[in-house]
T-cell receptor, first 113, second 114 residues
Framework: QQQVKQSPQSLIVQKGGISIINCAYENTAFDYFPWYQQFPGKGPALLIAIRPDVSEKKEGRFTISFNKSAKQFSLHIMDSQPGDSATYFCAASKGTGRRALTFGSGTRLQVQP | GAVVSQHPSRVICKSGTSVKIECRSLDFQATTMFWYRQFPKQSLMLMATSNEGSKATYEQGVEKDKFLINHASLTLSTLTVTSAHPEDSSFYIC??????????FGPGTRLTVL
C-alpha cells in the first residue's frame, strides 16, 4: 500500500517559471511532511518541512502548501532555475520522536534555460 | 543544517564477501539512525531503524541476518551486508535524526557486487 502518492513523475519547466509538485497521503496519523531534493549519486537534502497546524510555509523560493482536509500537500518552486534540476521527494512521518519517513515516488524536475 | 557522512562512498566486491558501511553524524548526536535502500530511478525504501545501545528494528522483508546493523555510539551506525550477492547491489543511504523530527541524510554508498 503506497501511503504517499506523488505526482507528476517528471516535470519540465522553463527558467523563471513555477514548478509545482503534489503529494497525497492516506494515513491521518502523519503529522510531519518534509520535502527533499536529490541530485544523481547524492543523498537527499532537506528543503523544507511543514506540520498540519499551518496551511503554508515559505522559505526563499520554496513554498509548501498543506490541505489537511484533502490530505494533500504540494511544493512550489518559484523562479525555477536550471540548478533546481533534480529529483524531489515528498515524505511523511507520524507521531513524536524519531520516526522513519515514508517517501513518495519522486519527481524528476528539469528546468530548461 | 547538520552533517552526516558515509564511508565508503562506493564499493565493489565479489559475490560472497561481506561489506561494512559506516554512517556518522559529525556535528550532533543521534540516538536514532535509519538505513534506506534506493534502486536506480526509484524512491527510498526503509530497511531498518538503528537505535543506539539496542537492537535494530527491521522492516518487513528485510533479512536481519543478511543486513547487520550496529549502533554502538551516539554518532556511529554501521550496516554490514553479509555474503553479498549481485541482487544486493544498490545505493544505501543512512539518515540521522536531529531534534524531534528532522532527518539529515548521508551522501550514500554505491554497492556493486560482482
Amino acid at each position: 500500500q503506497q501511503q504517499v502518492k506523488q505526482s507528476p513523475q517528471s516535470l519540465i519547466v522553463q527558467k523563471g517559471g513555477i514548478s509545482i509538485i503534489n503529494c497525497a497521503y492516506e494515513n491521518t496519523a502523519f503529522d510531519y511532511f518534509p520535502w527533499y531534493q536529490q541530485f544523481p549519486g547524492k543523498g537527499p537534502a532537506l528543503l523544507i518541512a511543514i506540520r498540519p497546524d499551518v496551511s503554508e510555509k515559505k522559505e526563499g523560493r520554496f513554498t509548501i502548501s498543506f490541505n489537511k482536509s484533502a490530505k494533500q500537500f504540494s511544493l512550489h518552486i518559484m523562479d525555477s532555475q536550471p540548478g533546481d534540476s533534480a529529483t524531489y521527494f515528498c515524505a511523511a512521518s507520524k507521531g513524536t520522536g524519531r520516526r522513519a519517513l515514508t517517501f513518495g515516488s519522486g519527481t524528476r524536475l528539469q528546468v530548461q534555460p | 543544517g547538520a552533517v552526516v557522512s558515509q564511508h565508503p562512498s562506493r564499493v565493489i566486491c565479489k559475490s560472497g564477501t561481506s561489506v561494512k558501511i559506516e554512517c556518522r553524524s559529525l556535528d550532533f548526536q543521534a540516538t536514532t539512525m535509519f538505513w534506506y535502500r534506493q534502486f536506480p530511478k526509484q524512491s527510498l525504501m526503509l530497511m531498518a531503524t538503528s537505535n543506539e545501545g539496542s537492537k535494530a528494528t527491521y522492516e518487513q522483508g528485510v533479512e536481519k541476518d543478511k543486513f547487520l546493523i550496529n549502533h554502538a555510539s551516539l554518532t556511529l551506525s554501521t550496516l554490514t551486508v553479509t555474503s553479498a550477492h549481485p541482487e544486493d547491489s544498490s545505493f544505501y543511504i543512512c539518515s540521522a535524526t536531529k531534534g524531534a523530527d528532522t532527518q539529515y541524510f548521508g551522501p550514500g554508498t554505491r554497492l556493486t557486487v560482482l
